[in-house]
Each structure stands twice: as C-alpha cells, then as structure tokens.
C-alpha cells in the first residue's frame, strides 16, 4: 500500500473511507451489545457467529495494512503526543511480538509455517468467561476510539497531511489488536452455519477486499 501523502487524493480518501467503513466496526457494535447481556446459549451462539464477522473484518484490514511498509512514526514532529504515543506502543509491539509478519499472514491464510506452531489456546475452547474477558478486551482496543475521530475528520473534509496522522494512529491501534491476537488460535470457518444471512456477509467481506486489492496494491 501507498504512502497515503503519495496517493492521488480522490485514490487516498476512498481507501480511507473503505477501511474506516469495514465489517468489523459494526461487528464489534454487535458484540458489545450481546456482551451486555445476561449469558445464556442463544447469547453464546451469537457471540460466536459475530466473534466470527469481528475476525473476518479483522482480517480483511489485514490485507490492506500489511502492505503499508512505512515507520508511522517517521516524519512526526517527536515532542507531540502522537508521535510520543506512537512511538511507545511501537516499541512495546516490535519488542514482544513473537511472529514475522509472513508468519501471521500465513496464520490468516489457514496454516501454520514450521517457524511458527499453532498457539495453545484455542479461542474455539476458552471457557466461557474466559472468552467474554477477550471478547471484552478486544472491543474495547484502541483501534475503536480512533476510528471514531478519524470519521469526525473525514466528515469535515480535513485536508490530506491531518488524515495521515489519524492513519498512522489507526494503523498503530491495528497492529495493537493484531498483537492481542497473536497468542489465540482461531479458524473461522469452524463449526460455521452456512445461514443465508452469514453466507451473505462473507460473499460481500470477500468482494470488498477483491475490489480492494485491485485498487489500492501498489505497482
């Protein structure tokens, strides 16, 4: 992916607006609501099926994102908050993170390289409180906070060099949950109930990120 200050700015709004605009924002709208309600099994049923539109948003801004190469906190006047903030949770991601990154996008595509064994936790076999404490912790990451400021900016048309900061937050908040990932092993296609309603948010998860890729790889 482009460096978002080097992208025609029609070409750079539209990416912005497809990544703030992914299924996992409403995904985790709908998980947060469902956490707040008592337990029950219709309760785990559906935290299951919209855990699962989280992970597949998740790993659709995967494909866009793994491919931003820059520093996000390159170029950033250092004595800022944001290049502070930045800066600290960078350094606190690339000093703990156990896999590279074609071993998570390996991970993504459904295997495991030699380099890289299969966590032992298994999302699919947390008991149930212990899963209702990931799921909370995973809605409540800072990439949510963010996306919210970063629609403010885009509705108020902000010019280009305000929305890169915002994207480098967003980015840096991305790489915050992709790293509160990286110790669970999760297959969403487990178990999964081919409902009309499920296959229709996939076949569309799908065709987004096809389209996507088309737009916004870089030559």
Request: charged residues 30%; proline residues 5%.
């Amino acid at each position: 992916m482009k460096n978002i200050m080097e992208m025609d700015p029609i070409e750079a709004l539209e990416l912005l607006n497809m990544l703030v605009n992914n299924q996992i924002f409403a995904a985790r709208d709908r998980l947060k609501a469902l956490l707040n309600e008592a337990p029950s099994a219709e309760n785990e049923q559906k935290l299951e099926t919209e855990f699962r539109e989280f992970y597949c948003g998740y790993e659709s801004l995967a494909c866009f994102l793994d491919t931003y190469e820059e520093d996000p906190v390159e170029g950033l006047a250092p004595h800022t908050r944001v290049a502070k903030e930045l800066k600290r949770h960078r350094e606190y991601i690339l000093a703990n993170r156990k896999t590279t990154l074609e071993e998570r996008m390996s991970r993504r595509a459904g295997a495991y390289m030699y380099s890289d064994p299969m966590p032992e936790k298994k999302i699919s076999e947390l008991p149930p409180d212990a899963y209702r404490q990931l799921l909370w912790m995973l809605v409540n990451l800072e990439l949510f906070s963010v996306r919210e400021r970063f629609l403010v900016l885009l509705e108020r048309k902000a010019p280009l060099p305000e929305l890169d900061v915002v994207f480098r937050e967003f980015f840096v908040a991305y790489e915050l949950l992709e790293f509160a990932l990286e110790d669970y092993h999760y297959d969403p296609d487990e178990g999964l109930e081919m409902r009309p309603e499920v296959l229709e948010r996939l076949e569309q998860s799908v065709a987004d990120i096809e389209a996507g890729g088309k737009t916004y790889s870089t030559a």
